[in-house]
């Protein structure tokens, strides 16, 4: 079983990029899949999950209304589409599932609930 975060890369505030979670080994119709990021000398902050059971999602407040998460299971991909980008979304991203299709809030923030972790991908934005 394999995550593979991509599609980072710089930008300037204001603009926008599209992260990418793809896996191996499973689905993603049958795991909920959550973002985190860490910024340099941060720790690790949850950014948003997706539930494949009913599609149900959540945000982060700082990034809610910039960033969307989605599903595509014909392509066994979680997006992560963040718009009006900050200096302050400058992080390494990463992505996580959970073997349980069905996360509340309470526990789609919990690191220590997901299973599986890709490797990140880093986001700069300049100011």
């Known amino acids: 079983v394999q995550l593979q975060a991509s599609g980072g890369g710089s930008v300037q505030a204001g603009g926008s990029l599209r992260l990418s979670c793809e896996a191996s080994?499973?689905?993603?119709?049958?795991?909920?899949i959550g973002w985190f990021r860490q910024a340099p000398g941060k720790e690790r902050e949850w950014v948003s999950c997706?539930?494949?059971?009913?599609?149900?999602?959540f945000y982060a407040d700082s990034v809610k209304g910039r960033l969307t998460i989605s599903i595509d299971n014909a392509k066994n991909t979680v997006s992560l589409r963040m718009n009006s980008l900050k200096p302050e979304d400058t992080a390494v991203y990463y992505c996580?599932?959970?073997?349980?299709?069905?996360?509340?809030?309470?526990?789609?923030?919990?690191?220590?609930?997901?299973?599986?972790w890709g490797q990140g991908t880093l986001v700069t934005v300049s100011s």
């Open positions: 996580a599932a959970d073997r349980i299709a069905k996360l509340y809030y309470s526990e789609c923030v919990d690191s220590d609930q997901y299973d599986y």
């Open positions: 080994g499973f689905t993603f119709s049958d795991v909920a």
């Open positions: 997706i539930s494949s059971y009913d599609g149900s999602t």
